[in-house]
């Protein structure tokens, strides 16, 4: 593993785990406890889940960019043991997330990484340092379906779901793409996607369970990445379309020779024409690309028709305990019921299942399950290859970043010169789509966008925070008084309503899901 000018050997690597596993037991950490781990993606962050996992604990991984009321908020619904937290770099008051934390749920145990601690809490340096402690005699898990660590869903709702999964289910979706890429120790792995989603995990173990090398940066910016590519060598790399379109941006030849890549590997949302074509031609690179979500249900393809066709593909993952997908099926459903509709048309895409998804915190699932809805909309062509159209659900897909609108304007309504808000997604050449803050203002000065974020900023992640602010006179709604969403974004864009548009830096946007 390389991050930072800093390489750990495989054998490092697990004396570091049996450091930390041991840490961990020292603080009493038992069989099925929750560690919420808020780290980058770096060594650290796996150091982390493999520590968790020689305890029997549940690895709980939590974005980087989660507020200090967001992060307790993941805390109680765990019910976590333990938090190990590093701080954003740059953040004005470093520990505020962790005092957040402790102050809500005192007995708590916090383990701080980057920054100097504060009264009761340590250094994750230090407990790395105390040298390898031997695991456990005994294996700890004896039921198959012992959870080993919990996946937030991207949040088609306001509040993100944890899915409940194993360790061997996980190993073999990893092994899904395997399959299609072979990797060998011989390969060089980039990873800068968040490893505390289900995408770059995935990714990251099937680095590791290969014998290849991994190279982590810990955010995405076009030039470093590239510049890595060239100077690693790296063969293997993951990009989300969002990525895709700033890395052929960015891409000169003459600077960035990228003739090692053999593959890239895509998830998280519609790739255009023009990215498979750029992958192909202008990083000479085949592209398996990946659709799915954080319950495990999975269809993959690196036929190149398939992709420049705008399919997702035909190849469905089969769980080996059949739980997901145990006929490889997939259909388009009548939303409104469990009928599978025709050929070519437009329905919900749902996968074949035996047993329900799990969630943490919410009751056991009990009976069978005929089909997992996904809330995507799509079709089936007459070859059975799945097209992704849309989606039911209420979200923005901001680089592959799914936001909620709801929760976005739950946010909003609490700013004092907004009378009545709503979220709309808005066409970006970038992004996919941009978040757009649709306001009524109050009798008040008009708040600028900076405004606006700074405001939401103390309780939304960074990805969450509007894009473009949009002031109309009033919000269309229908005859029971709900928002109408479509009319809105008739009025917005398609009508061209004048919108403020924030311009990030290319380094912070989308870390990729």
Known sequence: MTHGGRTLSYGELWEQILALSGAYRALDIRPGDRVVCQLPTSPEHIIAAGAAWACGAIHVGAHRDLTGPELAALVGRTQAAVIVFQPTPGAADALAPVRAVRAAHPDTAAIVHGHPPQDGEQP???????????????????????????LLTSGT???PKAVMETLPALWAKMQFFADVVAPGPDDVHLMYLPVCHAFGLKLTLMALASGGRLVFADQFSAAHALR???D????????????????????????HPVGSLRWVVSAAAALAPNLSAGVYDRLNAELLYVYGCSEGFLTQTADRDEIRGGSVGTQVFRSPDATIAPDGSVAILDPDRDLPLAAGEIGEIAFGASRAVRYWGEPAPTGDAAWYRTGDLGRLDEHGRLIVSGRI??????GGLKVACGEVEAALARH????????????????????CACVVLRDTSPPTLTDVRCELGERLARQKLPDELCVVESLPRTSVGKLDRAALAALVVEGDLPRTRYRP???SVGDGR
């Open 228 to 230: 890595l590519v060239s």
């Open 232 to 255: 690693e060598q790296v063969t293997i790399l993951p990009a989300t379309p969002t990525h895709l379109a700033l890395l052929l941006r960015d891409l000169d030849p003459g600077r």
């Open 416 to 435: 004092p010169a907004v009378a009545d808000c709503a979220v709309i997604p808005a066409p970006d050449p970038i992004l996919g789509e941009a978040i």
């Open 505 to 507: 830096r290319a380094a």
């Open 393 to 398: 659900k209420e979200v923005v897909n901001r």
């Open 124 to 150: 994750l340096s230090q407990l790395l340092l105390r040298g390898p402690v031997p695991p456990p005699r005994a294996p700890v898990h004896s039921d198959p379906d012992d959870v080993d660590l919990l």
């Open 157 to 159: 709702t306001g509040e």
